[in-house]
């Protein structure tokens, strides 16, 4: 599967931008802006695609919630079929609110506390996935306490080599904080089989994220192959090869995933193990599916490059500001020509800004401007800094719309806030 099988879900017509059959100036007036918007059926083909792509072998495919864990579009992934896979006893919370099973939840994470990890097994999550000795220690001593036996992957740090990524969002090399050091494996491991609380049923990694090259996965799922062939010898009842999340999302001129070859990679590897695949991705389904809507306020010539001042900024979308990432904006209704801008934000921080020194549509103050490639790690990122409410989330599906988080009021910004002081005595 090459470039463009994929669908891009705005579209221009009438000189305007639409997502799916709703032209998102109509969105912008009834909810205001900033607004993030998302297309169901961009979530939809992705899913499927990946799904049929890994036809050849058993397989289960499990959102990463933390790129994006809004309700309303986990209610989308959910009805096709999609599993989660979560990082904290928060969103194993938005997870069973949701309504997906506990069988279809797997519960990965750094640094899961003790309570995390009891939440865990009380709902009876598929895998809780280990990322070291000292974590296997606290699950077991909780699984004894509760009488379950507890059924655990090992997060693995497969070392290996990721190019073309941002420093912050490569996780799989020699020295990274995830997983358990490779070597280390089957030492920990033998100390999972001595435990009746302990069901080691799986192996887990993932080499980084937005990978747009598939070399680092096939180091990787090398590497883990060799793991499990290893545990497998040490008498692991091992169910699940779980090669994690990573597949790229376009945000500028990038070609798709290639799908294919990312299935020719893993499928026959599964196959010869005898094991069913987990895949655990989340930018690859839900960055494209959604756009920042926001507002030009001002626009501020100093003498270089102008400054377009919105009403979206950090606050909205980190991205830019936190990894230097790059998302191509457009007007929603250009007026013609093109100007050489910095688009900022309105938070009282130089590191504001949606994109600088950036070549696009000539945006004038009132312009409605669309920030795409935004469904993943956008929203879920928002802050709240400069007491500024969070932005409301709108789903588009065919010629339906709908608010699937309202915009934030002031009054819930402030409601955690004690109203009366209540002093204890040390
Ligand atoms: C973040 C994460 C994912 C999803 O990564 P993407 O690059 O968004 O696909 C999958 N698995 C784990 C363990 C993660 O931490």
């Known amino acids: 599967m090459g470039a463009g099988v994929l669908g891009r879900p705005f579209q221009r017509r009438d000189g305007t931008l639409w997502c799916e059959e709703v032209p998102l100036e109509a969105i912008a007036a009834a909810v205001g802006t900033p607004a993030y918007v998302y297309s169901a059926n961009a979530l939809r083909e992705r899913y499927r695609a990946l799904d049929a792509a890994l036809a050849g072998v058993p397989h289960r495919i499990h959102y990463s919630m933390k790129a994006n864990s809004s309700r309303g579009l986990l209610r989308v992934l959910q009805a096709e079929g999609c599993r989660a896979d979560v990082v904290s006893g928060g969103e194993l919370f938005r997870a069973l609110r949701a309504g997906f099973a506990p069988e279809h939840i797997i519960f990965g994470g750094v640094g899961k506390r003790r309570d995390e990890i009891v939440a865990g097994l009380e709902a009876g999550v598929l895998l809780i996935n ?87 996965y096939r180091d990787g799922v090398e590497r883990l192959a060799e793991l499990a062939r290893l545990l497998q010898q040490q008498g692991a009842p091992l169910r699940f090869f779980d090669a994690g999340g990573g ?19 893993i499928v ?20 494209e599916s959604g756009t920042l809507l926001t507002r030009v306020l001002y626009r501020k010539p100093t003498g270089g490059t102008d400054f377009v001042i919105t009403d979206a900024g950090m606050s909205e979308l980190l991205r830019p500001s936190h990894y230097d990432a790059f998302h191509a904006i ?97």
């Open 268 to 287: 026959p590897v599964v196959q010869s193990l005898g094991l069913e695949l987990i895949v655990e991705p989340g930018r690859f389904v839900v960055a």
């Open 330 to 426: 457009e007007s929603l209704r250009p007026r013609g020509g093109q100007a050489t801008v910095d688009v900022v934000g309105p938070i009282c921080e130089t590191g504001d800004f949606l994109a600088r020194d950036r070549q696009m549509d000539d945006a004038q103050p009132g312009d409605v401007l669309a920030v795409h490639t935004t469904g993943a790690y956008g929203y879920v990122m928002a802050l709240t800094y400069n007491t500024r409410p969070r932005a409301p989330e709108v789903l588009v599906d065919g010629s339906r719309w709908a608010i699937i988080s309202r915009r934030e009021t002031l009054e819930d910004l402030v409601r955690l806030e004690a109203e009366t002081l209540e002093w204890k005595e040390a």
């Open 247 to 265: 597949l790229p999302a376009r945000y500028d001129a990038e070609d798709a995933p290639d799908l294919a070859l990312f299935a020719e990679i």
């Open 130 to 216: 280990v990322e070291s000795a000292a974590e296997l220690e606290i699950v077991e001593d909780e699984a004894r306490r509760l009488g379950v036996r507890a059924r655990i992957a090992f997060r693995v740090n497969p070392e290996v080599h990721v190019a073309n990524a941002h420093q912050y969002i490569a996780t799989g090399s020699r020295g990274h904080k995830f997983g358990i050091p490779w070597g280390d494996v089957p030492a920990v491991a033998a100390r999972a089989l001595a435990s009746p609380h302990i069901e080691l049923a799986g192996l887990d990694m993932h080499v980084g994220s937005q990978l747009l090259s598939l070399a680092p």
